[in-house]
Structure formats: structure tokens, C-alpha cells
């Protein structure tokens, strides 16, 4: 091998080194990119899952204080027709 072959075929392993150096910075690159868009992807879930819980939560307290309401109005129904019921026995 020639010394002109020589530094022709070192120049073309500076170039591939260049090259594995530059891929190795964007695959790092990328992998923190992922990471950060993961990490936002779980907080995004996680503010979701806790508006869909509170919404759930109100949901079962108005139904619970339609219930009562409701219980309240049958209480006062039953209450007035067994009074009736004995206005009109006597």
C-alpha cells in the first residue's frame, strides 16, 4: 500500500468517525427528546385522569343531594297522606 493510499483510506475513517460521532449526538439528542415529550405525555395524562375524578366526584354529590331531596319529598308525601288517612277516619 502506497502512502497516498494510506492517508486516502485514514481520511475516509475521519470522515466515518465524524459521521458515528455526529449520529451518536443526535441519537442522544433524540432520546432526550423522546424522554421530555414522555414525561409531558404522563403529566398530560395525569391532569386528565384528576379533571375526569373531580368531574366524577361533583357528579356524585349533586346525585347524592338529589336523593335527598327526593327522599325529603317522599317523607313529606308519606306524611301527608297518612295524615289524610287519619283526618279522614275520624
Given at each position: 500500500?502506497?502512502?497516498?493510499?494510506?492517508?486516502?483510506?485514514?481520511?475516509?475513517?475521519?470522515r466515518?468517525?465524524?459521521?458515528?460521532?455526529?449520529?451518536?449526538?443526535?441519537?442522544?439528542?433524540?432520546?432526550?427528546?423522546?424522554?421530555?415529550?414522555?414525561?409531558l405525555?404522563r403529566?398530560?395524562?395525569?391532569?386528565?385522569?384528576?379533571?375526569?375524578?373531580?368531574?366524577?366526584?361533583?357528579?356524585?354529590?349533586?346525585?347524592?343531594?338529589?336523593?335527598?331531596?327526593?327522599?325529603?319529598?317522599?317523607?313529606?308525601?308519606?306524611?301527608?297522606?297518612?295524615?289524610?288517612?287519619?283526618?279522614?277516619?275520624?
Amino acid at each position: 500500500m502506497t502512502e497516498r493510499e494510506f492517508e486516502s483510506i485514514s481520511r475516509q475513517l475521519g470522515r466515518l468517525e465524524d459521521k458515528i460521532d455526529n449520529l451518536e449526538r443526535k441519537m442522544g439528542q433524540d432520546t432526550q427528546l423522546l424522554s421530555e415529550k414522555l414525561e409531558l405525555y404522563r403529566q398530560t395524562g395525569e391532569a386528565q385522569i384528576q379533571s375526569i375524578r373531580a368531574e366524577v366526584e361533583a357528579f356524585q354529590e349533586a346525585n347524592k343531594q338529589q336523593l335527598n331531596v327526593s327522599l325529603g319529598v317522599l317523607v313529606t308525601a308519606a306524611i301527608t297522606i297518612v295524615a289524610s288517612v287519619v283526618i279522614g277516619m275520624q
